[in-house]
Structures are given as C-alpha cells and as structure tokens.
C-alpha cells in the first residue's frame, strides 16, 4: 500500500527518510515530495496530494507538525475515497503556544506565511471530514520550542502540547514518550502508525514481553 509522506515547517523532504524506511519495514510504499513550508500556497499543494491519489483505491496520508495540519485540511476540502486513513505526528491542530509567542513578539514573519494556514490559536477547532484520523502527540517535553514559550506546566513533545493535537472528530489519540523531533526516528511511532493506517486505531494497552 503506498502512504504519502508530509514533513513540517522548516524542513525538507529528507527529514522523513528514517521514518520512511521504518514504515518500509512495515509493508508500506512510501512517497513524499518537499515543499516550501514558509510560502504555502494551498491550491499547489493540494493538487500535488491529488496526483498522488490511485484510481479505485484508498489512499493513506502520514503528516508531521505542520504537515499533519496540512494532511488534515487537504482530506477537509477534497474528499478521500471510502477506506482512507490520517495519521498527524505532533500537529497542533488547535494552533501552537508557541506561535502565539512569537506574535506577541512580532516575529511571525519568521514562520513565513504559515501561521495563516493552521499555525495560530484562534477559537476551538474540530475535525470535519469522513475520513479517519489518528493524532499522535509525544510528551518527551525536549524541544527548542521550550526556549521560546513556557510549555512546562502542561504535557509536551518541546515544541507542540499534548492538548494542542486534539481535535474534536478525530477518531483517535495516542500520546508517547517522544520529542517533537525523535518521533521520526521512533520505531513505536512507526508501529502504531502501521496499526492506525491499517485497523483504524492505535494500541493503548501495553505490549506483553
């Protein structure tokens, strides 16, 4: 089965690699593509997924930080065939604290123009499309995020909270001992992604040794 493959802000397709090739391991196609996180031009980015997509069959999308936003609003606009499945690896869905630092700093244009497409807290958002979607958070709390805003009093990976990957919709939510960045080395994080892309759901309960 092929899963498209999304990197975040400020980074490049090449970051994904090590998760890549863990999700390799578990059976998977893997296919991603770079794209400029700091001029997001949704329409662009939307018909590059849409080109992804093979006639007849579901198609399954893997989203870090910013990417998972991406993922998430791209199923919300253009419908996914019947068997589709998200997984979003520490996305602020509901907006991050940490932009919300910046702004009060006036430094948002250090994020480019991607605080407008997900990045800034407003009210509450919820998840509004068919398909599955299951949120993955890390409360490792290491992260330079933390130098930026002060996260300390409530779970986080260092960069994203544990809060701010909820979202009302969402089919289901996971949270481990991960930092916004090792995630994508994390051979669990690969695991339970494998598990939600092909039941629909995470494991919570532990694995038995």
Do not use: C
């Not at 899963?3 to 490049?12: E, F, N, R």
């Not at 296919?31 to 997509?53: E, K, M, Q, T």
């Not at 909820?166 to 939510?173: P, V, Y």
Request: no cysteine; hydrophobic share 35%; charged share 15%.
């Amino acid at each position: 089965m092929q899963l498209v493959m999304l990197h975040g802000l400020y980074m490049h397709h090449t970051i994904m690699r090590p998760l890549a090739a863990l999700m390799r391991n578990q059976g998977w196609q893997v296919d991603g593509f770079s794209y400029n996180s700091l001029a997001i031009d949704p329409d662009v980015l939307f018909r590059r997924l849409d080109r992804r997509r093979r006639p007849g069959q579901p198609m399954y999308l893997l989203g870090h930080s910013l990417g998972g936003v991406l993922i998430r609003q791209y199923a919300e606009q253009h419908p996914l065939p019947p068997g589709s499945r998200l997984v979003t690896l520490g996305s602020p869905h509901q907006g991050a604290t940490v932009t919300r630092q910046l702004q009060k700093w006036n430094l948002l244009g250090l994020l480019g123009n991607a605080h407008e497409h997900g990045l800034l807290p407003t009210e509450r958002r919820d998840y509004n499309a068919d398909t599955p979607l299951g949120s993955l958070a890390g409360d490792a709390g290491i992260g330079m995020g933390k130098l930026l805003a002060n996260l300390s009093n409530t779970p986080n990976d260092g960069t994203v909270t544990v809060d701010e990957t909820r979202i009302d919709g969402m089919s289901d939510h996971i949270v481990l001992p991960v930092s916004h960045t090792s995630m994508l080395l994390s051979a669990e994080v690969a695991r339970q992604t494998h598990l939600f892309l092909s039941h629909g759901h995470f494991q919570h309960q532990p694995v038995e040794q």
